[in-house]
């Protein structure tokens, strides 16, 4: 199970940082990975973390202003999101792919996801 939080409404230029927390004793061997989908639009690849955490992967739309990272001693992922744009406005998942596997951008291969968590950017 996936439990996000941290969503709000935050200004344009603003930050926030969600969390995603695990249940389970297995965390710490999932790639993990942070998709959004805004409204009318399909879900988007947002950031990803291999198990260890010693490999990331961006989209161009968020490289230099989101961060992922995950502490395994808490059973938790991260993403801090800076200079937040209206663009950003979306409903943000965590999701998880067991096995100690390479980040994939592709939601289908992620077998776990949370309930998600609203981010609104307003100017």
């Known amino acids: 199970q996936l439990v996000e939080s941290g969503g709000g409404l935050v200004q344009a230029g603003g930050s926030l940082r969600l969390s995603c927390v695990g249940s389970?004793?297995?965390?710490?061997?999932?790639?993990m990975g942070w998709f959004r989908q805004a409204a009318g639009k399909e879900r988007e690849f947002v950031a990803g973390i291999t198990w260890s955490g010693s490999n990331t992967r961006y989209p161009d739309s968020v490289k230099g202003r989101f961060t992922i990272s995950r502490d395994n001693a808490k059973n938790t992922l991260y993403l801090q999101m800076n200079s937040l744009k209206i663009e950003d406005t979306a409903i943000y998942y965590c999701?998880?792919?067991?096995?100690?596997?390479?980040?994939?951008?592709?939601?289908?291969?992620?077998?776990?996801w949370g309930q998600g968590t609203q981010v609104t950017v307003s100017s």
């Open positions: 999701a998880a792919n067991p096995g100690r596997l390479p980040i994939t951008t592709e939601g289908h291969e992620y077998t776990y």
């Open positions: 389970g004793r297995t965390f710490d061997s999932y790639t």
